[in-house]
């Protein structure tokens, strides 16, 4: 039976977790801080549970330089739930602007002619831009159309599908300059879209933003960033972002919970329930509201505090390893390890083929092919062999796929480029 230390795991999600805080959770899980009970027993509500979810907002913030203006949610669903929690609450939004443009317009006490006004808009106005650069984007475009299809005609654009410059597969980020993002409604000066949503990091497809896209910066634009695969890998200017969100068992701890970091005057700009039914747009439901998870310290409901604690435990030793990210530490050791793999694999172009362009390639998920289907199985069989796991691609996709995530050692890469230099010599 193999020990820890002889296991090197590439898994996509759930990622590896460092030894020493899993055995830290184990203890807590049988008896946390010898109080006789599993943190997985305790009451949500209960001090143990509130400090916990403390310390992990601190070192979140402080990780991430998160300004005041902001909060920091713990909520359930993961990133597919995250999908719908941004319709469900920034819709609301754009529709609050409406509703005070027109009230701005035709005065106080016109409440049924203000109502007519916003259901005019949202039939000709409303839209969420998408930029869909590989799976996980995709979907999300997908669950939007699918929330907003009751409103009739198209509210989802499209404003760039970047299958459609790489001869229909992901792998590629056309120039800004060929998006066609939603523009400034001209009469008012109100943006079009609720918001604009992207993926940083495409888990599955190997395609990472290099930098937050300028043209989000423009025009009072919302933007949404899913970080589920490349949270706290590099520095991130939360400022200019409305929300960030991603699910945490990555690159923070372990499946059950979904961080999201949103600007408050988005969590206190929605129009309330009865205006948003009277023009024909549903409420969100609480669980995934923001504004009712922020007003109850994200514990609405039953947290699983459990998955919190290591959560904070991961933050915790991110903060003492690298200091906040804006330090660089951790974004040099996750581009250092990326290296290891790609400068091998452009050194042997007839052999391995990388799989997204050069201008786009993911320091976290590292996807490649290998001549044909028959020669991977043998990589992957020999890999095996040596200890190194999870490096199969995704069942959509097929090919390699090493994730880099944060617990991801040095020396663990450094073994798959060993094992890389050894294939080759026998091909």
Not at 81 to 108: D, M, T, Y
Not at 225 to 234: E, G, K
Not at 283 to 301: G, V
Not at 380 to 396: I, M, P, T, V, Y
């Amino acid at each position: 039976m193999p020990t820890r230390e002889e296991i090197a795991y590439f898994g996509a999600g759930p990622a590896p977790l460092p030894t020493p805080i899993l055995e830290a959770g184990a203890a807590s899980f049988l008896n946390h801080q010898n109080s006789g009970l599993s943190l997985a027993e305790i009451s949500h509500r209960s001090s143990t549970a509130n400090n916990v979810l403390a310390d992990a907002k601190a070192s979140l913030a402080k990780l991430m330089s998160i300004p005041d203006n902001y909060e920091i949610l713990f909520c359930h669903g993961g990133g597919t739930g995250g999908f719908a929690s941004v319709v469900h609450n920034l819709v609301p939004v754009w529709v609050e602007k409406r509703r005070k443009k027109a009230v701005e317009e035709l005065g106080e006490g016109k409440e049924a002619e203000v109502v007519e006004r916003v259901k005019r808009d949202i039939k000709e106005l409303l839209s969420v831009d998408y930029l869909v650069t590989g799976s996980w984007s995709l979907k999300a475009s997908q669950e939007a159309a699918n929330l907003l299809e009751p409103l009739g005609c198209r509210k989802v654009n499209v404003a760039l599908d970047a299958r459609k410059a790489n001869g229909g597969k992901f792998g590629k980020i056309p120039d800004e300059g060929t998006w066609t993002l939603s523009g400034v409604l001209e009469h008012d000066g109100v943006p079009g879209a609720a918001f604009v949503y992207f993926c940083d990091n495409e888990t599955v497809d190997g395609v990472e933003f290099q930098k937050l896209p300028e043209s989000l910066l423009r025009d009072g634009r919302v933007s949404v960033a899913d970080m589920s695969s490349n949270f706290l890998s590099r520095e991130v200017d939360v400022s200019k972002y409305g929300v960030i969100f991603g699910g945490a068992q990555k690159n923070i701890g372990i499946t059950d919970i979904t961080i999201v970091i949103v600007r408050k005057d988005l969590l206190n700009g929605q129009a309330s329930p009865s205006f948003l039914h009277s023009v024909g747009i549903w409420s969100p439901p609480s669980i995934l509201h923001f504004p009712t998870l922020a007003k109850n310290d994200s514990l609405y409901n039953t947290l699983p505090i459990f998955s919190v604690h290591i959560a904070a435990m991961v933050l915790e030793s991110l903060l003492k390893k690298h200091g906040p990210l804006n330090t660089g530490s951790q974004a040099k050791e996750s581009a250092e390890k990326a290296a290891l793999i790609y400068d091998f694999l452009d050194a042997h172009p007839d052999v391995f083929t990388v799989c997204p362009d050069k201008s786009v390639r993911s320091r976290m998920n590292l996807c490649f092919r290998i001549r044909d289907e028959a020669t991977e199985k043998k990589f992957l069989e020999g890999a095996e062999q040596r200890g190194l796991l999870g490096l199969k691609g995704h069942r959509s996709v097929g090919g390699i796929r090493l994730s880099n995530y944060n617990a991801v050692r040095l020396e663990q890469v450094q073994k798959v480029r060993t094992w890389l230099e050894e294939f080759v010599k026998t091909l």
